[in-house]
């Protein structure tokens, strides 16, 4: 019985389900679902997962690519490596903040944590977790006390560590490195107001970048490992100096201090950058106020340092690999291009961008008896050292059969029955022509290779159809070594553009578009002929130069003739 004067208890709505359900617990909550099958590249989410990215339900399809029209690229890019690198490393789970631009157009602070289940034998199936909007939790934490403040910056430094790891994993070049070190929305949120960068070189450091302009005089380009600079000592010692005053720079390091005292710089970080246990540069942080540089962010920094320290080592191997590459490549090349009474060349050589990686392209000119001059543009299967010396071979061969006094056709005859006989399994595409420049007269002949160009004196582009027969090595393997030749006539003025696919041909793209750009950038292009081929070479036509390209141009002298 209820005690006397005690009042029932107020009347409350029965729930329509008791417990919640998992998903209406969520979105009470402001969270949203997500379950993703790593199988079959599907992943579903509720209807609060919906709402935080600001997307209707008839607006996704499942698919996880959908959602990049409400996450930013950068930001993209730094949750699939935060998600690769959790899944490599065999975590349970991962947990990022990042940021969801909406349909407004504003971008808004949002967090994911998931946890990643796995088959009896290791291998990640599937990533059930949750999205939520961390608007809120952000903004209360501008007004936290001091020692939530200090927690939230921890977080801050973690967070900018984790980006720009992300961004490292993607740079290719010590260029590149340097470009993800002075963006401003990386270290700079650190609070630091000026980032350099110094290579180890022969027991010298090398200051490849001195971030903000004139921040660093001249002479101090180069410094010596032995000198009493905060750079060189951190390489000596393989330490990391941190100064944390300015009356600290003026007392320790009295020749830097005339260049520091006229900056507005209070501390700063000077970092080794060491890879396999050697000095291989320095990273110099300054700021604009003094610090002591607490224990946290010390511990930051220097794994901070340490993830440059990898990057850039896999950089400057990248670096000095594609230098290689190059310079075998050029030493594959004709030294020099002979002056030809009659007719100005242009020629032009562009290595991929894929470090180590040779290829096969080349070019040549081969002056002819009777004012008759003959020229050549191919490309070998393959990206290495055996497409390069096979491109040699062909080269050779080519010029003595030429040299012979052979037909067009014969010579490329000949050249694909020496190609299958060297028993390589490689073949090549190339162009072979012969002009007579006393009379314009010119005869083609082409192995599977792109056709040309021809621009008129008054600035028509238009491409040539060349007839032509199966490439080096495949024609003589199939008995196909008739190759038909096709003549047309040059008129003094007008240019021939021979060129290798690199410089036309885009990964998913028609070849015919690139043909069709080439041929507007070589109607608009400048008169001079080395002019046009530097332009030409500095163009883009095939995406982000994963191909290398040989470019070739011939133009006939004299006045052109006006049309009747």
């Known amino acids: 019985m209820a005690e006397r004067g005690a009042q029932p208890p107020p009347a409350v709505s029965a729930p329509e389900q008791w417990p919640a359900p998992p998903d209406l617990i969520l979105a009470l909550n402001g969270m949203g679902g997500f379950d993703w099958d790593l199988k079959r590249g599907r992943m579903h989410m509720d209807a609060a997962a919906l709402r935080v990215f600001d997307l209707r339900p008839g607006e996704y399809d499942g698919r996880p690519e959908t959602l990049a029209c409400r996450v930013p690229p950068a930001e993209s890019a730094r949750l699939d490596s935060l998600v690769a690198q959790a899944i490599k490393e065999g975590s349970a789970s991962y947990g990022a903040y990042f940021r969801v631009r909406c349909r407004d157009g504003t971008l808004r602070w949002t967090h994911t944590h998931g946890a990643i289940h796995r088959d009896s034998t290791g291998r990640p199936y599937r990533i059930i977790g949750i999205v939520r909007d961390a608007r809120q939790e952000l903004a209360l934490s501008r007004t936290a006390n001091p020692a939530k403040q200090g927690t939230q910056r921890r977080r801050r430094h973690s967070s900018v560590v984790e980006r720009t790891t992300a961004a490292l994993a ?8 340097i470009a993800v070190l002075g963006d401003s929305q990386g270290l700079s949120r650190l609070g630091a107001e000026n980032v350099i960068v110094g290579l180890v070189e022969a027991g010298h450091i090398r200051l490849v970048s001195e971030g903000q302009s004139g921040s660093f005089v001249p002479e101090h380009r180069f410094t010596r490992v032995a000198d009493e600079f905060p750079m060189s000592e951190v390489v000596r010692t393989l330490t990391p100096r941190f100064v944390r005053s300015r009356a600290e720079f003026a007392a320790c390091y009295p020749r830097l201090w005339p260049h520091i005292q006229p900056l507005d710089i209070g501390s700063a970080a000077y970092l080794p950058l060491i890879a396999q246990a050697r000095p291989i540069g320095v990273l110099g942080l300054f700021y604009r106020e003094e610090s002591d540089f607490g224990t946290h962010e010390r511990s930051i920094l220097v794994a901070l340092g340490s993830s440059i320290a990898q990057s850039l080592a896999r950089a400057m191997l990248f670096d000095q690999e594609h230098d290689l590459a190059e310079a075998l490549q050029q030493a594959m090349l004709p030294r020099r291009i002979p002056a030809v009474r009659g007719a100005q060349v242009a020629v032009r050589y562009r290595a991929a961008r894929l470090g180590r990686e040779i290829g096969g392209d080349w070019y040549d000119v081969i002056q002819l008896p009777g004012g008759r001059l003959a020229v050549v543009i191919g490309d070998v299967q393959g990206h290495d050292i055996q497409a390069a010396t096979v491109m040699g071979q062909l080269r050779i061969v080519l010029r003595a059969y030429a040299a012979e006094g052979h037909a067009p056709a014969t010579v490329m005859a000949r050249a694909s029955a020496f190609l299958y006989e060297l028993d390589t399994e490689r073949f090549a595409t190339c162009l ?99 002019q046009l081929a530097d332009r030409l070479c500095a163009l883009s036509l095939s995406g982000d130069g994963e191909d290398d390209m040989a470019l070739l141009l011939l133009r006939r002298s004299g006045t052109p003739r006006p049309h009747q």
């Open 432 to 530: 072979y022509a012969e002009i007579d420049l006393t009379t314009g007269a010119l005869q083609i002949v082409r192995a599977g290779h792109i056709d040309p160009l021809l621009r008129h004196a008054e600035g028509i582009c238009r491409r040539l159809p060349v007839g032509g027969g199966l490439p080096l090595g495949l024609s003589a393997q199939f008995g196909l070594l008739d190759y038909p030749v096709t003549t047309v006539r040059v008129a003094p003025g007008e240019t021939l553009v021979l060129c290798t696919d690199g410089l036309v041909e885009r990964p998913g793209a028609d070849l015919d578009e690139g043909m069709a750009q080439l041929a507007r950038e070589v109607r608009t292009g400048p008169q001079d002929v080395q």
């Open 170 to 177: 993607h740079a290719r070049t010590v260029g590149d490195v």
